[in-house]
Nanobody, 123 residues
Framework: QVQLMESGGGSVQAGGSLRLACVVS????????MGWFRQVQGKEREGVAS???????NYLPSVEGRFTISKDNAKNTLYLQMDSLKSEDTAMYYC?????????????????WGRGTQVTVSS
C-alpha cells in the first residue's frame, strides 16, 4: 500500500525559504502525477505545484518563479522548494499522488494524500 509522508514545514519570516519533502513508500504506477496542495482553514484546497512521471511541471501563477517542484526517483521523494515566502503562503501543505501522466493542479485528479505539514510565514 502506497503512503505519503510530508516533512519540512515550519515558521519563517517573509522573504525566507523552506523546503518541503514528501517520501513515497510503496510502488507507484509508471504513469503518475504528484502535487503539492495547500489549504487555509475555511477555504478550499488549492493546487500549488505539480509534476508528472515525464518531469513536466505546472504551477499556481502566484507561486511561479518563487516555488520549485522536483522529484528524486532514487529516493522516492518529492520536494517543494519555497523561496521569497509571503504571509499569504501560510497554510497546511499536502502532498498528493494521482494516476494520470499530466501535471494537474485540481484535487479531483489525485487519490492519495499525505497528512500535511504546516507552513507559517510571518510578516
Amino acid at each position: 500500500q502506497v503512503q505519503l509522508m510530508e516533512s519540512g514545514g515550519g515558521s519563517v519570516q517573509a522573504g525566507g525559504s523552506l523546503r518541503l519533502a514528501c517520501v513515497v513508500s510503496g510502488s507507484t504506477e509508471s504513469d503518475y502525477c504528484m502535487g503539492w496542495f495547500r489549504q487555509v482553514q475555511g477555504k478550499e484546497r488549492e493546487g500549488v505545484a505539480s509534476i508528472d512521471s515525464d518531469g513536466d511541471t505546472n504551477y499556481l501563477p502566484s507561486v511561479e518563479g518563487r516555488f520549485t517542484i522536483s522529484k528524486d526517483n532514487a529516493k522516492n521523494t518529492l520536494y517543494l522548494q519555497m523561496d521569497s515566502l509571503k504571509s499569504e503562503d501560510t497554510a497546511m501543505y499536502y502532498c498528493a499522488l494521482g494516476g494520470i501522466r499530466a501535471p494537474m493542479l485540481t484535487a479531483n485528479w489525485y487519490n492519495l494524500w499525505g497528512r500535511g505539514t504546516q507552513v507559517t510565514v510571518s510578516s
